[in-house]
């Protein structure tokens, strides 16, 4: 739609034209949310997409380094890579998102995170896999925050005016990881009820990320395979279950046990505790 309020549009060439940021004037991604309803608090926006930053890049420590201007698409490109097992989640969080070739091709990984929707496609990939953003802060210094700290609530985050998401960065360990991946949605077609992603570290250690049916990201940890009770009693202590058109509240806790049990039995095996 358009955005009548809208005075300026900034193509940014360097990291000091970011200055222009404030309350009204915010940064464009792919603009699929920002275009998508009414911003009339807005006057400008920065496209972040003319710095031109490298998609990804793979880490001098094996880790991987995302972008925040790199697309869904271009996400999905990343080639099979030596160390990078987890590489097959990447896919499976990107294609939870409902969306069109054109939200698909435009959509970013930063807009995604920093729109913070509870159903946000790669705010579980980043939750499951210990993910870090580095945030680019005003004074031209540099913050970092896990992805699961970094969103606090449906629509709300960490970020302050003047601020820039610029990286995601995945360490190693968990790229090298076994992942796991469930959806759920009332509707074949329909937005998530939750979603759920999660690995197993070569060391045994198991991490679970619950999105979509949670108001925030709810990361769970068992330093090794946990049993059916242990698991299902941490997802029963989670306090963020919300409903909406999408779910009621209990029916989404209860989908998220059973759907975590069938996780634990993929990464852990069908035993009480390996
Ligand atoms: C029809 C439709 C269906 C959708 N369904 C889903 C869904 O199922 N799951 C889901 O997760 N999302 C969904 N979304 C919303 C989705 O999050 C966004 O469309 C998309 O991921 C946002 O990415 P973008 O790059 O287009 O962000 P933009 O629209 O460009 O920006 C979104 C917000 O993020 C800010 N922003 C962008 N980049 C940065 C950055 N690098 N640093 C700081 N702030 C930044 C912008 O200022 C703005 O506030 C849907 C949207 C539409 C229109």
Known sequence: ???PTLTEMRLPAT???LAALSDTVVPLGGGTWLFSEPQDHL???VDLTTLGWTPWERREDGGLSLAATCTMAELTRIPATEGWRALPL???CAESLLQSFKVWNTATVGGNIATALAAGALIG????????LVIWTPDGGERRQLVSAFVLDQRRTT???G???RSIEFPAAAMAATTAFRRIALSPLGRAGTVLAARRDADGAFVLCITGGTTRPEVIRFPGAPAAGELAAAIAAIPTWFTDAHGAAD????VSRLLAEEIRQELVGTGSAQ
């Open 1 to 3: 739609m358009d955005l």
């Open 15 to 17: 990291r000091a034209d």
């Open 43 to 45: 006057t400008g926006l």
């Open 90 to 92: 990447f896919r499976r």
């Open 125 to 132: 990939l980043g939750g499951a896999l210990d993910a870090e």
């Open 159 to 161: 970020i302050r005016r």
């Open 163 to 165: 601020e820039v998401v």
């Open 251 to 254: 029916w989404r806790e209860a």
